[in-house]
């Protein structure tokens, strides 16, 4: 039986891959993508990779899905114009066939690899001990690959910085996004009251228990900027102004931190982001405390969109 769930479940993730990628309609395409990146987070929940399912469920499916639901929307009224397009058959083919090569230089880099392949699993699991902390996903992002996370975390302020690069002039330093025209009595701002205080806490438990077990900042901050979200939906609050200095600086603070850490790393361990002996956990929970606030701000900011709104309320 179960054979055939995953055998059934591969299906599936072939066809939706495939069908994200042939669909024409682009809130199709969005659509499928967010089914596909759901099925994957069950995969990787049979892999027993709980972190990185619940990465995938906040961060793949969910908020890149929102993401991408928004762009195609704002697309929506030139999509006829570019259905009605239609390249030559020569263009067509030619990316048919640098498609193909690619997936066959793919296939063939996979099977020369040597057998066992490669690995530093067994380096890492010899000093994960040293990093204190219980969750080896954890002790890996934030102590092994910590450079990687770092550049992760630059990546997404570089994002949200080209969001609010395409706001009219008029409304710089304005509020994100439309303000919402809802009822302060309605269904929507009911929902707003009572999952908001409900999903808080379970983003702070998931951050918190990160350390040790499935879980950490990111899927946290996921949580708290879609709580965030749902409020300033319902039209309880208003997203800030992005001329805020507090705002700012938040944006700013846990990759400053990051970075701090990783110089101090240098006076004290001799490379960037190596940590004292003895000190690697608080410096770990140091980082995820400081990164946290500034990634909800990020992730929420991003699905707000570019200033729409004047400054004033």
Same mark, same amino acid.
């Given at each position: ?8 479940? #591969? ?5 939706? =891959? ?9 809130? %199709? ?52 114009? =570019? ?19 690619? /997936? ?21 699991? *010899?000093?994960?001990?040293? /990093?204190?902390?219980? +969750?080896?996903?954890?002790?890996? $992002? ?7 996370? $770092? ?8 994002? $949200? ?5 395409? /706001? ?16 302060? +009595?309605? !269904?929507? *701002?009911? %929902? ?52 805020? #200095? ?9 990759? $400053?931190?990051?970075? *701090? ?25 140091? !980082? ?7 990634? /909800? ?6 699905? *707000? ?9």
């Amino acid at each position: 039986m179960i054979n055939l769930l995953i055998l059934g479940l #591969t299906a599936l993730l072939l066809g939706l =891959a495939a069908w994200t990628v042939v669909a024409r309609e682009a809130f %199709t395409a969005v659509v499928s993508f967010i089914a596909y990146g759901l099925l994957l987070t069950l995969a990787w929940v049979y892999l027993r990779g709980i972190d990185v399912a619940l990465t995938e469920a906040a961060i793949g499916a969910g908020l890149t899905g929102a993401l991408l639901i928004n762009a195609a929307a704002r697309l929506r009224s030139t999509e006829a114009a =570019a259905r009605a397009e239609r390249p030559a058959a020569s263009s067509r083919w030619l990316a048919a066939g640098v498609s193909a090569c690619v /997936t066959l230089a793919l296939g063939l880099c996979v099977l020369a690899l040597p057998t066992p392949a490669p690995t530093l699993a067994y380096d890492v699991a *010899a000093n994960i001990a040293a /990093t204190g902390v219980g +969750n080896p996903i954890t002790a890996v $992002l934030l102590a092994f690959r910590a450079i990687d996370t $770092l550049l992760e975390t630059i990546v997404l302020l570089l994002v $949200l910085i080209g969001v609010w690069s395409l /706001t009219p002039d008029c409304y710089w330093g304005g509020r994100p996004g439309l303000r919402q025209q809802v009822d302060p +009595n309605g !269904i929507l *701002a009911y %929902t707003a009251r009572v999952l908001a205080p409900i999903g808080i806490v379970v983003g702070i438990y998931i951050f918190w228990v990160g350390a040790d077990h499935p879980g950490g900042k990111f899927q946290g901050a996921t949580i708290l900027a879609a709580m965030w979200l749902l409020v300033m939906m319902a039209g309880l609050v208003q997203a800030p102004p992005i001329s805020r #200095t507090w705002l700012r600086l938040g944006l700013i603070a846990g990759p $400053l931190m990051f970075i *701090a850490v990783g110089v101090v790393g240098v006076l004290t361990a001799g490379a960037f982001l190596a940590y004292p002996e003895g000190f690697a956990k608080p410096l770990i929970v140091l !980082i995820e405390l400081t990164l946290m606030p500034s990634l /909800t701000l990020i992730l929420g900011l991003l699905l *707000a969109g570019a200033p729409q709104q004047a400054a004033q309320p």
